[in-house]
């Protein structure tokens, strides 16, 4: 596609690392766009006046003419003009300003990349539904999408004969049919469907909410008793039998001994789920909370990678990059990254007791890593308590 047929994607942000990660990571076979960026909304107000553009994305607090100013000034300018808003501190009054100057969506800092170019490829094509497969997603993806956006809508599911629907209200999934399942059990049964067709659409109401269990830990419930499944399959092939079936969702080994487990291993520990915040990015593959000490405190390791051994190396690594800062005098240090032919380590200090580890791919989003880090690095120190 010739770069003057493509659809015109104006980003606005007075942050450095999020229009160079967006301007870099967006486009690719499945969205090719034109990027235009600005670093203020003064800025973004001039090329508009000049440029026809087809999506803002655009952050709530910048200097001057803040996100939501922005949005009232080029809705009123171009009314077809669709706009995402962004933010790295939500809440509820900001997000109704935005709904209600007719904002498209509302999606949090950080956020994964796949899902932003889903968000983008539907804001780019509204009034056409996403009927049949999508290309290069799964329905985990697309879950993911409704959540970051916060949308109210409906997904409806079929594969292998069967069919299921979710119900979201604010991103949140609030009710879920399976055949003569609903609630959590037809959830997990739909999770499992290989495959399949997606149809997303607006009911007329919302059904009576049956699921109030947050949407990542569905997801990481959803995986761990499709990994059981798989586990039991094979017992069964060589010969075995599957056990604890009974009283879990059908045709998902474990039932109650895997949510219980669940519960133990990862619903309650609030750290581990926040060290998935990291692994949940595109290429990232471990992430580690070390004391200075070296000793591993928590992890979150999706290769199976020897967690107590980094801990151990990576401790020598962030002291000494600690006392180089030190020697020439630059402050303490708020984050080191070593790059490797495979890909870079991140160390960035938590609290005074602490220090947090990254390891990624060569093509990891190093921006949308930065991001999370300055974001959660508080919350992860109140909750180890370093």
């Not at 607090?61 to 669709?82: E, F, H, Q, T, V």
């Not at 959803?222 to 798989?230: F, P, R, Y």
């Amino acid at each position: 596609m010739e770069t003057a047929d493509r659809k015109k994607v104006l980003i606005v942000d007075d942050e450095e690392d999020m229009i160079w990660s967006l301007q870099k990571n967006l486009p690719n076979d499945n969205l090719q766009v034109a990027i235009l960026t600005a670093s203020s909304g003064n800025e973004a107000l001039a090329i508009l006046q000049k440029t026809e553009v087809d999506l803002i994305i655009t952050d709530i607090k910048m200097p001057g003419i803040s996100g939501i100013d922005l949005l009232i000034a080029a809705r009123k300018a171009c009314p077809g003009i669709a706009v995402i808003v962004m933010t790295a501190y939500p809440s509820a009054e900001s997000k109704n300003e935005v709904m209600e100057n007719g904002g498209l969506c509302f999606i949090e800092k950080p956020f994964d990349i796949n899902q932003m170019r889903c968000t983008i490829r539907q804001a780019l094509h509204q009034g056409s539904s996403f009927e049949g497969k999508v290309s290069g997603l799964q329905l985990t993806d697309i879950i993911q999408v409704n959540r970051l956006s916060q949308a109210s809508t409906a997904l409806r599911i079929r594969a292998d004969g069967a069919e299921g629907t979710l119900y979201f209200s604010e991103g949140s999934i609030v009710h879920a049919t399976c055949g003569d399942l609903e609630g959590e059990e037809a959830f997990y049964r739909i999770i499992n469907f290989k495959g399949g067709q997606i149809e997303a659409f607006f009911p007329p109401t919302l059904p009576e909410t049956t699921i109030d269990t947050p949407v990542d830990v569905l997801l990481l419930k959803g995986t761990m008793m499709a990994d059981e499944q798989e586990q039991a399959d094979r017992h069964q092939a060589d010969g075995g039998t599957a056990d604890g079936t009974g009283g879990g969702p059908p045709g998902v080994a474990g039932g109650p001994a895997a949510m219980d487990f669940f519960a133990k291993e990862y619903g309650m520990d609030e750290l581990k789920q926040l060290l998935t915040e990291f692994t949940g990015i595109s290429g990232v593959n471990t992430a580690c909370l070390v004391g200075r000490d070296g000793f591993l405190l928590e992890s979150i390791a999706l290769s199976g990678v020897d967690t107590e051994m980094i801990g151990a190396i990576a401790s020598s690594g962030f002291g000494a990059s600690e006392a180089m800062g030190n020697q020439l005098q630059k402050g303490g240090m708020s984050m080191t990254m070593v790059e490797y032919e495979n890909g870079p380590v991140m160390l960035s200090p938590v609290g005074s007791e602490a220090f947090l580890v990254i390891i990624a791919d060569k093509d990891a989003n190093l921006g949308m890593i930065r991001l999370k880090i300055k974001k959660h690095v508080r919350e992860i120190e109140e909750k180890a308590g370093v």
